[in-house]
């Protein structure tokens, strides 16, 4: 449906204004009453990664006047593959200040924000509050569900996207209009059942064709033209290179947005969405080792066996030497446990510790009861034991 314009437009553009946003103005939807609701506008980008980047960047060209970036992170070389408003020589720098850069190099007639602290509970309401609508960029389940939550509360619409692999998926939820993020995803799946891009992938440029999405969505908004996806899901798939859409209708029993709500003000999400499950925080009491550790069994010749439970494209990357490589969808399905040494101690590890606690957990349950897992994963490997080898 069509939304009236989200913000009042601007007494005037300036001479070089009309020049640079000439291609805009002869557009009669957009026209100049448009432009200047661009340039009255102010926007919060949650994230400066991989949807961050082709949202701000086309953000600032379209002439939003005010754009905001929340993001805590410094600039990594893993993030060059597929964050474009970050460059080789930003390796090392917080990723707001690179941001703004490259903003400002685009259209210095932009004020740009910097919201540099993590975003949580406690801060959340204040920062929203001074924007217009939030664009959410984030790749974690419990910041899309506190954006969600604020921005009900709050009254304030905002553009979500989601991607990983080959796959994309993008909205707008506004509760004021029709459904918010719940009404989609009522409870979040549950801990380490859902990869993240870090443990999954991404295709780069994939990041370019939501994160255009987010930002056409956004202009529409704020410009009050056209249909903005409000009640419809638009998932991308890039290897057969289809676009389709899912109705989404607002839930009358929605937990924050429904007739009677029951989150009536902002929760722990953390929490809520459990990074790691209760089991596996159990079983990794008492049994989590350091790759220091894990290192002087190597050598001392302990009696363990090192089970890799990434993907295998993952272990072909970097690998902890003497570890075999058994998936962790394996253990999950019950078809791993047959491949484990009875004689040995096994040792657990990926990437970071999280999906080897999970596993860790099936073990326990298993009966392997001195079964450890490496706290830190190959990341802590590669930092403390082998700095020569590659961090993904």
């Known amino acids: 449906m069509s939304l009236p314009p989200l913000v009042e437009p601007a007494s005037e553009l300036t001479v070089d204004e009309v020049r640079r946003y000439s291609r805009h103005l002869i557009i009669p939807d957009v026209g100049m009453d448009g432009q200047k609701r661009l340039k009255n506008a102010k926007v919060l980008c949650v994230g400066a990664g991989g949807l961050g980047s082709p949202t701000l960047m086309y953000l600032a060209a379209a002439g939003v006047g005010t754009l905001g970036i929340i993001e805590f992170d410094e600039v990594d070389e893993s993030n060059l593959q597929r964050q474009v408003i970050h460059s080789q020589a930003d390796i090392g720098r917080p990723k707001a200040e690179s941001a703004r850069d490259t903003v400002l190099g685009i259209n210095p007639y932009v004020k740009v924000n910097l919201h540099t ?208 490589l058994i998936p962790k969808n394996e253990f999950l399905m019950g078809n791993a446990l047959g491949e484990l040494s009875q004689d040995k101690r096994i040792v657990l590890h990926c990437k970071t510790g999280v999906r080897s606690a999970e596993v860790l957990a099936v073990l326990k349950n298993a009966g392997f009861s001195d079964a450890v897992h490496v706290g830190g994963g190959v990341v802590g490997w590669v930092t403390q034991i082998e700095p020569e080898k590659p961090v993904y």
Not at 149 to 158: E, S
Not at 176 to 186: A, T, V
């Open 117 to 324: 602290e993590r975003l949580d509970s406690s801060n959340v309401m204040e920062i929203f509050a001074e924007y217009d609508l939030i664009v959410d960029g984030t790749d974690n389940f419990a910041t899309r569900y506190l954006v969600n939550d604020a921005c009900v509360l709050l009254k304030k619409p905002y553009v979500w996207g989601s991607i990983y692999r080959f796959d994309g998926q993008a909205s707008v939820f506004w509760s004021e209009h029709g459904p918010c993020y719940r009404c989609l995803y009522p409870e979040p799946p549950p801990p380490g059942m859902v990869p993240s891009c870090a443990e999954g992938g991404v295709l780069g440029v994939l990041c370019a064709s939501i994160g255009s999405i987010q930002t056409t969505e956004a202009i529409k908004l704020l410009a009050g033209i056209g249909e903005p996806l409000l009640g419809r899901l638009m998932i991308y798939d890039a290897l057969e290179m289809n676009y389709r859409q899912v109705k989404v209708r607002k839930d009358p029993e929605c937990a924050v947005c429904g007739k009677n709500p029951t989150v009536t003000e902002l929760i722990d999400y953390e929490a809520f969405c459990g990074v790691v499950s209760d089991e596996a925080q159990q079983a990794a009491m008492g049994s989590t080792i350091t790759p220091q550790q894990l290192k002087e069994w190597i050598d001392e010749g302990e009696n363990i066996d090192i089970i890799d439970v990434r993907e295998p494209n993952e272990y072909e990357i970097v690998s902890i030497p003497g570890a075999r």
